[in-house]
């Protein structure tokens, strides 16, 4: 049975709660964190904030001299969580087996729903499944998200990147290491900083470099060379963890933005 996952992303998920909840910050630059003449950091920002490069985990003093007309708003985690548990089951109606990954994304797993030997008619099948998604978040929540389908996890959550706000991409398995080849090798789950900037001194920046070089990864990334050259063609075997129903999981910890946003 072809493999039919999404990758559900809400956009600017504390900031859009505000905008929806304010009706004078729609339109606005705003963020989400700690007044700017405290210490403290930007939990999230508005797409309005974000083309004048504010970002999450920016120290607030920043963010208010790259955008002097942001709006600050102080985080209101009790609401963001409420919405999250909304967003939640509005995923639950549509498939049983979701794997929520933070407060604001999930994966959902359609396999069982699509009826198709086909891979790729598979994953189409599955875009006006994921357009009814769409359609009845914006409805009942007044929230818009991103969606990417693809046949893996790697692929769902690279699609739900692709054309954010408010997109919806999927990447069809015949066409899946050409998607890849312009993106930076940090889209590859595992390659964080360090790992980036040691395959960087070796020429390697995007995945297309990574697929073409013929380097030995081991020297650089240890046991995850193999696994790093097959998400490299889009390959991804991670299952969907989804032992655990998503209504009884525990909410991602937001402590640490909430303790960064005091003071």
């Keep these: 049975m072809p493999r039919v996952i999404l990758h559900v992303d809400m956009d600017a ?6 905008q929806r909840d304010n009706p004078a910050y729609r339109g606005k630059p ?9 210490r403290g ?22 963010a208010a001299k790259l955008c002097p ?5 102080r985080p209101r985690m009790g609401e963001y969580r409420a919405e999250s548990s909304q967003i939640m089951a ?3 109606d549509t498939s049983p087996l979701i794997e929520q990954i933070s407060v604001d994304e999930a994966y959902v797993d359609l396999s ?4 198709s030997a086909d891979q790729d008619e598979a994953l189409r099948a599955a875009i006006p499944i994921a357009e009814r998604l769409k359609a009845r978040i914006a409805r009942e929540r007044k929230l818009t998200a991103s969606i ?6 790697l692929l769902a959550k690279l699609g739900s990147d692709f054309q954010k706000p408010d997109g919806l991409t999927m990447i069809p398995e015949r066409d899946k290491a050409a998607f890849l080849r312009p993106l930076p090798v940090s889209s590859i789950p595992g390659v964080g900083p360090v790992t980036g900037q040691a395959l960087k001194e070796r020429g390697i920046v995007t995945i297309a470099d990574l697929q073409d070089t013929a380097v030995d990864l081991h020297p650089i990334v240890g046991s995850f060379a193999a696994t790093l050259k097959e998400r490299a063609f889009g390959c991804d075997e991670r299952p969907q ?7 009884h999981r525990t909410p991602p910890n937001l402590a640490g933005c909430v303790a960064r946003t005091r003071g």
Excluded at 112 to 115: E, R
Excluded at 148 to 153: A, C, L, P, R
Aim: charge should be positive; glycine fraction near 8%; aromatic fraction near 8%.
């Design 13 to 18: 998920f504390f900031a859009a709660i505000e």
């Design 30 to 38: 705003v963020i989400v964190g700690a007044p700017p003449d405290q």
């Design 41 to 62: 950091v930007v939990c999230a920002a508005s797409y309005e904030a974000r083309r004048f490069k504010v970002r999450s985990a920016m120290p607030s003093r920043t």
């Design 69 to 73: 007309n942001g709006i600050f708003v």
């Design 90 to 92: 509005v995923l639950r």
């Design 112 to 115: 069982g729903q699509v009826h």
């Design 148 to 153: 990417g389908i693809g046949s893996n996890k």
């Design 241 to 247: 963890r989804d032992d655990i129903p998503a209504r």
